[in-house]
C-alpha cells in the first residue's frame, strides 16, 4: 500500500480531495461507496487504473491539445493550441 501514498495521511487526503473529488467519481462509477473517507483506497484505484507508481504523478506532465468548440464557439484570444500546465509548476 506504500507504493501509492509514500507521504503522511493529512497530505495525501488534500491531494485527493483537490484533484478527484469522492462525489463526482463515484457518480460516474469510479469510486465506490466503500471508498468515502478512505483515501488510500482511492489513491489505489486512480494508481490501478493510470497505472501510476504513485498518485503524485497525476497532473506532473504538461500536456498540449486542441480542444475543438461547437459552432465557432472558440472564445476570443483562445489559441488553438491549448498548454495545461503541470500542477507542480
Not at 61 to 84: A, D, K, L, M, Q
Amino acid at each position: 500500500m506504500e507504493k501509492y501514498d509514500n507521504s503522511d495521511d493529512a497530505i495525501l487526503e488534500r491531494f485527493m480531495k483537490e484533484f478527484f473529488p469522492y462525489d463526482e467519481f463515484k457518480k460516474c462509477g469510479f469510486f465506490t461507496k466503500e471508498m468515502k473517507g478512505d483515501y488510500k483506497a482511492q489513491a489505489k484505484r486512480v494508481c490501478d487504473y493510470f497505472n501510476y507508481k504513485t498518485v503524485y504523478e497525476y497532473g506532473a506532465e504538461e500536456v498540449r491539445c486542441h480542444i475543438s468548440y461547437i459552432n465557432n464557439g472558440r472564445p476570443v484570444g483562445e489559441p488553438f493550441v491549448t498548454v495545461i500546465p503541470s500542477i507542480y509548476e
